[in-house]
């Protein structure tokens, strides 16, 4: 099946800086991409989706999608101990929409 | 709008039972998914419907796992003769086409097998 690779597996940010994270699909069909956020002992929630290329703000969260490298990445600026989860990224291709795969995840740790 | 609702909560196991895990989707939703989620990963999907139809179960672990959704809204996962390393939590999620294929996931099952 389609492989999704996250990048870095943990990372730690002080309050108030950026928040960088990296996803890509090694599947060349792949053409949906989706982030999710799961806060610990929670369910994983949508937190953006990108279908095409460029770049999507919302807040203080920035996705940007390369289809051409199949690579998303997910900015989250001025980050706050709330935003301390598991990111994780999430795909699906064009031959079957509702296939959705997910990477392992990224864990972010935003320290005061 | 009522979540994905999925029963029980929690389970322990000795090796060898069985258990099954209950998901009730939001209403309207057509597509459900299963997905495995071990500790501190990523969720691995295990088998996904559309309507009462298996679209895919080929990434379940094994005929130890089967999955049902006979009238196209609840579903019920069940294990047999479950092992160690089954331990994970189960997570039900459910999308709607004009959703953007957003998954809206229930609380999960915490599954520990000993």
């Known amino acids: 099946q389609q492989k999704v690779q996250q990048s870095p597996e943990s990372l730690i940010v002080p309050e108030g800086g950026m928040a960088s994270l990296n996803c890509t699909s090694s599947?060349?069909?792949?053409?949906y991409f989706w982030w999710y956020r799961q806060h610990s002992g929670k369910s994983p929630k949508m937190l953006m989706?990108?279908?095409?290329?460029g770049e999507k703000e919302e807040g203080r969260f920035t996705v940007h999608l390369n289809k051409a490298s199949l690579h998303t990445s997910l900015h989250i600026r001025d980050s706050q101990p709330s935003d301390s989860a598991l990111y994780l990224c999430?795909?699906?291709?064009?031959?079957?929409?509702?296939?959705?795969?997910f990477g392992k995840g990224t864990h972010l740790h935003v320290l005061p | 709008e009522a979540g994905v609702t999925q029963s029980p909560r929690y389970a322990v196991l000795q090796e060898g039972q069985a258990v099954s895990f209950w998901c009730d989707p939001i209403?309207?939703?057509?597509?459900l998914y299963w997905y495995q989620q071990p500790r501190d990963q990523g969720p691995q999907l295990l088998v996904y419907f559309r309507d009462e139809a298996v679209i895919d179960n080929s990434q379940l672990p094994s005929d130890r796992f089967s999955a049902v959704r006979p009238k196209g809204t609840n579903s019920t996962l069940k294990i047999q003769s479950a092992k160690q390393g089954d331990t994970a939590t189960y997570l039900c999620?459910?999308?709607?086409?004009?959703?953007?294929?957003?998954?809206?996931f229930g609380e999960g099952s915490r599954l520990i097998v000993v």
């Open positions: 989706s990108i279908f095409s290329n």
């Open positions: 209403s309207g939703h057509d597509t």
């Open positions: 999620a459910s999308s709607f086409p004009s959703s953007g294929n957003t998954l809206y």
């Open positions: 999430a795909a699906s291709d064009d031959t079957n929409a509702y296939k959705v795969i």
């Open positions: 599947d060349r069909n792949v053409d």
